[in-house]
């Protein structure tokens, strides 16, 4: 794919995206980190960002960028020399009282980590997964919270997805070797590889990262969401279609045999006793809840939280969970959570997604 160093952001992030929802692979990505216009198109999205006047490890800060910044990161990359700084480590306070880390790249790293950013969000975007909905313009926790109001009808057994230090944890050489996949640029993947081993600063003290994505980078969510989008295609391509089956549930017979029972007093005349028939059959499901030719799996996933909908036994639900676990081990190298990775009967408790309570409310009037 040849790419002119000038080329209009927008016709050059057309082409990527065409060529993500078609499959092809991209090459000469890194030659594209040569056009001026996308770091202007940066530049315009991450000046406005609380961050930017924050400075890294060096004084650096979105005051005072010209086009002399630009051409100076672009000379670099061309000489092959452009040398990520390690992010300064700083703390924050969570609404639990527990502090989170965040690192704080230096403003030349956050132009150009952008750039990069918009280059695979739009050759990728097209290929992930409608289920998932984190960092991904247009979506959110209201997309995935509605789509589990929609479509999570009649679900029995919720499957809460936890994932143990998820973004700390991913593979470097796993996520290069998601990117290489589909980016056929050894220059490029050796860019972002420097980056996930860039490191930070904890009172100027030099900590290198030998897995996880960096806290704070631009580049980060992406990058995460290529990986994790392995877990996607797993659970829609393979547990899915082993697990959903059936059309709708075969009517419940004892639920039929009251009816008609009710119908026979009333044609007599015997409303008293058609009546506490009837009584009787409100108090049963019209289908047969244990029908074995019915399964229905669904599911969603906003970054590392993810669960899964399930209408059949407990014994298969389980199941289901031990399969997540062992891909999740086995290809990702990533661990489930024992403690927070829950089956959840929507009838008897709320499961937890998004912070926000899960249950099946039964309705007499339908």
């Known amino acids: 794919m040849e790419v002119c160093e000038m080329q209009g952001t927008e016709e050059l992030l057309g082409l990527l995206r065409e060529r993500g929802k078609r499959g092809l692979p991209i090459k000469r990505v890194y030659r594209m980190l040569y056009n001026t216009n996308l770091y202007l198109s940066a530049y315009g999205r991450v000046y406005r960002n609380a961050g930017a006047m924050t400075p890294g490890v060096t004084d650096e800060t979105a005051d005072g960028t010209s086009l002399e910044t630009f051409e100076a990161i672009i000379t670099a990359l061309k000489q092959e020399r452009y ?13 639990n009282g527990k502090k989170r880390p965040l690192g704080i790249p230096v403003w030349s790293d956050k132009l150009l980590a952008e750039v990069m950013r918009m280059i695979l969000n739009a050759y990728f975007d097209g290929t992930f997964s409608e289920h998932s909905h984190g960092f ?4 959110g926790c209201h997309t995935a919270l509605r789509e589990v109001y929609r479509i999570w009808q009649g679900t029995v057994w919720i499957i809460e997805g936890d994932i143990a230090d998820c973004f700390g944890s991913l593979d470097h050489n796993l996520i290069i070797s998601a990117l290489a996949e589909h980016i056929q640029d050894g220059r490029f993947l050796n860019l972002v590889k420097k980056l996930l081993d860039a490191g930070y600063l904890e009172n100027w003290k030099l900590n290198n990262t030998f897995s996880g994505v960096p806290q704070g980078s631009i580049l980060s969510p992406i990058l995460s969401n ?27 017979q004892e639920y039929n045999r009251l009816m008609k029972r009710a119908c026979k007093r009333h044609n007599r005349g015997q409303k008293e006793a058609a009546h506490k028939i009837k009584q009787q059959e409100q108090n049963l499901p019209s289908i047969d809840p244990q029908d074995p030719g019915f399964r229905r799996l669904r599911y969603v996933r906003y970054a590392d939280d993810f669960a899964l909908s399930f209408v059949g036994p407990k014994e298969e639900a389980e199941a289901i969970k031990q399969r997540l676990r062992i891909f999740l081990l086995e290809e990702l190298k990533l661990n489930l959570s024992d403690e927070k990775t829950l089956i959840t009967h929507t009838r008897d408790r709320a499961a937890n997604f998004l912070n926000y309570e899960i249950t099946t409310l039964h309705c007499d009037t339908k």
Do not use: M
């Open 136 to 139: 991904r313009e247009g979506r």
């Open 83 to 95: 040398q990520w700084q390690p992010a300064r480590r700083t703390y924050i306070l969570k609404k």
């Open 226 to 252: 290529i990986l994790l989008s392995k877990l996607d295609r797993f659970v829609e391509t393979e547990l899915i279609p082993e697990y959903t089956r059936g059309k709708k549930k075969r009517p419940n």
